[in-house]
Every structure is written in structure tokens, then in C-alpha cells.
């Protein structure tokens, strides 16, 4: 087991093209989260999926934000009509339930988005 | 969701003990105490939680105040590998793992 991994770690792009991330979680785990980060912050909850049910969005999540996870395995995350605001480190994270308040999520190295 | 405070920044020498604190003065009765702390150019990392008692793992120790509205993580010897910053989260109640980051303490370890 290596952990959660991201592909890719980083992304360029031009203002307005699309782009799309995946996250593989541990292999065991059934819970799967996104979040964003911008430098000197921490991290911002954007959603999460319990097997292939997304179950939360944060407001974070504008329309031009989509997330999957058809198997209930790997999930993708992308962005369309990408804008500078969007520059940020994407972190996917993963986690078995183990009741309100236990939980402890084992997070990937990120994909740092670049919008030029 | 209840909120932590934290010191912007703390320094440290090697080999020393540090004490990180976190003050959560309207926690309820229900939230868990987690911390994380995340290295540059990583993902944050799981360190420890709690409830009301007094916790240690391989990584940390974590001492909670009888009133539960403060904690303080414990590194016993700090090592430059500790040099990250330490998010002290509080989680409970409906909260699924959408935790709530505050900017945490930046802990800078000199050798």
C-alpha cells in the first residue's frame, strides 16, 4: 500500500481550457475528500463521496467544479473554463469511517494548478 | 463548527521538547481534538486526536486541559523532520472529515 497518490503533481494551463485531476485512495478506504489550498492558508473542505455517493459540496464548488467517483475507487476532479483564482494546490484525501469525530484522513502529496 | 486558536509561529531547537498550543474555548462536548501537520510541499498528516483524556503515539503526546478548552501537542525531542506546520482541528457532531483548517502553527526546528 503507497498511500493516496495524484496525478498530475503539477498542471500549467492557460486561463479558460479545462483540466482534470485524479486521485487513487488507499485501496480499503471508503471515503474519499477534496479539498484546495492557496498558499499561506490551510486547506478548504470542497467535497466528499462515501463509496461512489457524493455525499457533500462545499460553496467552494462553483458549477464549473465537477467531481466523480463511478466505482466507488479512484475519483477525478476537473475544472472547466479554468480562471486565475483558480491557481491552487488540490489535495485529495481518503478515510474509513470510524464514527463522528474518529475520523482521520490520510492525505496525497497534491496537484498544484497553475492558471496563467 | 467550534473554532481553534493557535500562534501564528513557534521556534524550537533540536533535540528539545516543543509544546504547541491550541486554545478551543467553545468546543462542545461531543468534538474530538485532532491534530495534523503538514511538511512543505506535502499533504497535511495525521498526528493524533483525542476526546477528554491525555493521548501518546509514536508520533506525539497530546495533554487536554480538564476543562477541554485548550490542548497542547507535545513533541518530546524535536528533529529538523519535525519542521512543518500543526493544524489543530476540532471535529464532532455531524462533521464527516470535512475538517476545518485554521493556518496553524508554523514550528521552525534549529539545528
Known amino acids: 500500500d503507497t498511500g493516496v497518490s495524484q496525478d498530475p503533481r503539477h498542471k500549467i494551463t492557460k486561463r479558460g481550457q479545462n483540466v482534470t485531476f485524479r486521485c487513487d485512495p488507499i485501496?480499503?478506504?471508503?471515503?474519499l475528500y477534496w479539498y484546495r489550498q492557496t498558499l499561506g492558508q490551510g486547506p478548504e473542505f470542497l467535497t466528499y463521496?462515501?463509496?461512489?455517493?457524493?455525499?457533500?459540496k462545499s460553496r467552494l464548488l462553483s458549477d464549473r467544479f465537477s467531481a466523480e467517483r463511478p466505482k466507488g475507487s479512484f475519483s477525478t476532479l476537473e475544472i472547466q473554463r479554468t480562471e486565475q483564482g483558480d491557481s491552487a494546490m488540490y489535495l485529495c484525501?481518503?478515510?474509513?469511517?470510524?464514527?463522528?469525530?474518529?475520523?482521520?484522513?490520510?492525505f496525497g502529496s497534491g496537484t498544484q494548478l497553475s492558471v496563467l | 463548527d467550534a473554532k481553534t486558536t493557535q500562534p501564528n509561529s513557534m521556534e524550537s531547537n533540536e533535540e528539545e521538547p516543543v509544546h504547541l498550543p491550541c486554545n478551543h474555548s467553545?468546543?462542545?462536548?461531543?468534538?474530538?481534538i485532532h491534530w495534523y501537520r503538514q511538511l512543505p510541499s506535502q499533504g497535511p498528516e495525521y498526528v493524533i486526536h483525542?476526546?477528554?483524556s491525555n493521548v501518546n503515539n509514536r508520533m506525539a503526546s497530546l495533554a487536554i486541559a480538564e476543562d477541554r478548552k485548550s490542548s497542547t501537542l507535545i513533541l518530546h525531542r524535536a528533529t529538523l523532520r519535525d519542521a512543518a506546520v500543526y493544524y489543530c482541528i476540532l471535529t464532532g457532531g455531524g462533521s464527516q472529515g470535512n475538517l476545518i483548517f485554521g493556518k496553524g502553527t508554523k514550528l521552525s526546528v534549529k539545528p
Open positions: 467553545t468546543i462542545s462536548g461531543t468534538d474530538y
Open positions: 483525542g476526546l477528554t
Open positions: 484525501a481518503s478515510s474509513n469511517a470510524n464514527g463522528p469525530g474518529r475520523e482521520k484522513l490520510f
Open positions: 463521496f462515501q463509496n461512489e455517493a457524493q455525499l457533500e
Open positions: 485501496s480499503e478506504h471508503n471515503r
